[in-house]
């Protein structure tokens, strides 16, 4: 009779226990009409990302998001004026002083966060804050190419001697983005044909492109798109002299906060685009396609394959701590030789 009486937990309709939803922005997450209003007003003030973006992830160590932060807007503005001409949107604060301008920066940040916005135009560099700890996107217009940017970045830290011209301290790895779409599979093959058709002569391939245009603030969960049978008109690169000078390529996706797409059907999709003359060489490939795949997001660029592993992966850290150690090694070869002589 005990038994009768006992309390029973409450099932779901397959009988077992409820299962709670957890927080976050993942991918395909019910939303309620005020998470809706509220991610449509981030999209509208430039806050979240949104399909067609350009630019650049940023890593950065640990704990050091404001410290971070202030010097990718700082390397962006830099890099913006010396390479483009253009204007720096803000100057720097010459009164400021480190011991309290963390603690100050963030509360005004955290406050800025909270008061609502009105879009900002004619801003070249916006940075874009996501739920991943160390990570940051930094959203470019025209006439930024964010290929270019990354690897001019890039060169001049690889040719820094001196410790104390550095750039950057916090920053780690930068991931060029030139174009971002939704990450479906139909929305990885549509990037990828654009993104990769200056690089490369791509199959007619029979992939349905065709989307019908949306706002960020509605998107579909990735996946819940339905198949037309619509070929579509393939673009395709000028075509080299010959099949032998087609280059070879390798693909490195990288994947956050994302459960829709796996990694074999994202390099799947991918290589069955490139035509046959173009082969896939994963040591020292002449063409690497770099695919970052963010919640609902997905952003591809092509970079130049040799010249990415020179540069230790776009990695600003590792090239500063190479040419520091390049000038020691420098150094002291020629202490050894001024030793040598005057014996």
């Given at each position: 009779?005990?038994?009768n ?13 409820p299962?709670?939803?957890?927080g ?6 019910w939303r309620t009409?005020?998470q809706?209003a509220?991610l ?9 990302l949104?399909?067609?973006?350009r630019g650049?992830?940023f890593t950065?160590a640990r704990?050091?998001?404001?410290k ?6 700082d390397l962006?503005?830099?890099?913006g ?11 720097p604060d010459?009164?400021d002083e480190d011991a309290?301008q ?5 509360i005004?940040q955290?406050?800025?966060d909270?008061?609502?916005g009105k879009?900002?135009?004619g801003q070249?560099?916006?940075?874009v804050?996501?739920d ?10 025209q006439?930024i190419?964010p ?12 040719d820094?001697?001196d410790v ?5 301290k916090?920053?780690?790895?930068l991931t060029?983005?030139t174009?971002?779409?939704?990450a479906?599979?139909?929305?990885l093959v549509?990037?990828?044909r654009?993104?990769?058709a200056?690089h490369?002569?791509l199959n007619?391939?029979g992939?349905d492109?065709s989307?019908?245009?949306?706002t960020?603030a509605d998107l579909p969960?990735p996946?819940g ?15 080299p002299?010959g099949e032998?000078s087609?280059p070879?390529y390798?693909?490195r996706p990288?994947?956050?906060s994302h459960?829709?797409l796996?990694?074999?059907?994202v390099?799947?999709k991918v290589?069955?685009l490139p035509d046959?003359s173009?082969?896939v060489?994963?040591t020292?490939?002449?063409?690497v396609?770099l695919?970052d795949?963010?919640?609902?997001f ?12 020179s ?6 850290n ?7 150690e390049?000038?020691?090694a420098?150094a002291?070869?020629?202490a050894?030789?001024e030793?040598?002589?005057s014996?």
């Amino acid at each position: 009779m005990g038994d009768n009486k006992r309390k029973q937990p409450p099932a779901g309709s397959n009988g077992s226990a409820p299962k709670k939803s957890k927080g976050g922005g993942g991918s395909g997450k019910w939303r309620t009409p005020h998470q809706q209003a509220k991610l449509a007003k981030n999209v509208a003030i430039g806050k979240s990302l949104t399909v067609g973006d350009r630019g650049v992830w940023f890593t950065y160590a640990r704990n050091m998001k404001y410290k971070a932060q202030r010097e990718i807007v700082d390397l962006c503005e830099e890099y913006g004026e010396t390479m483009y001409g253009i204007k720096r949107q803000s100057e720097p604060d010459e009164d400021d002083e480190d011991a309290h301008q963390d603690i100050e920066a963030s509360i005004e940040q955290e406050l800025s966060d909270l008061k609502p916005g009105k879009p900002k135009t004619g801003q070249t560099f916006v940075v874009v804050h996501v739920d991943v700890e160390c990570l940051m996107f930094v959203r470019m217009a025209q006439p930024i190419d964010p290929v270019e940017f990354v690897r001019k970045i890039c060169q001049d830290a690889r040719d820094c001697k001196d410790v104390m011209s550095r750039k950057t301290k916090y920053v780690n790895r930068l991931t060029p983005i030139t174009d971002m779409a939704k990450a479906t599979e139909k929305g990885l093959v549509q990037l990828a044909r654009t993104v990769m058709a200056p690089h490369f002569v791509l199959n007619s391939g029979g992939e349905d492109l065709s989307e019908e245009p949306s706002t960020d603030a509605d998107l579909p969960a990735p996946g819940g798109e339905a198949a037309n049978d619509t070929a579509p008109t393939t673009t395709r690169a000028a075509e080299p002299t010959g099949e032998a000078s087609r280059p070879t390529y390798a693909i490195r996706p990288s994947m956050r906060s994302h459960l829709t797409l796996n990694r074999d059907i994202v390099i799947k999709k991918v290589a069955e685009l490139p035509d046959s003359s173009h082969k896939v060489k994963l040591t020292e490939p002449d063409k690497v396609i770099l695919i970052d795949i963010y919640q609902m997001f997905c952003g591809m660029s092509v970079v130049d394959g040799v010249e990415w592993e020179s540069l230790k992966r776009y990695n600003v850290n590792e090239l500063y701590r190479m040419g520091a150690e390049n000038k020691t090694a420098v150094a002291d070869l020629k202490a050894k030789e001024e030793t040598t002589a005057s014996t």
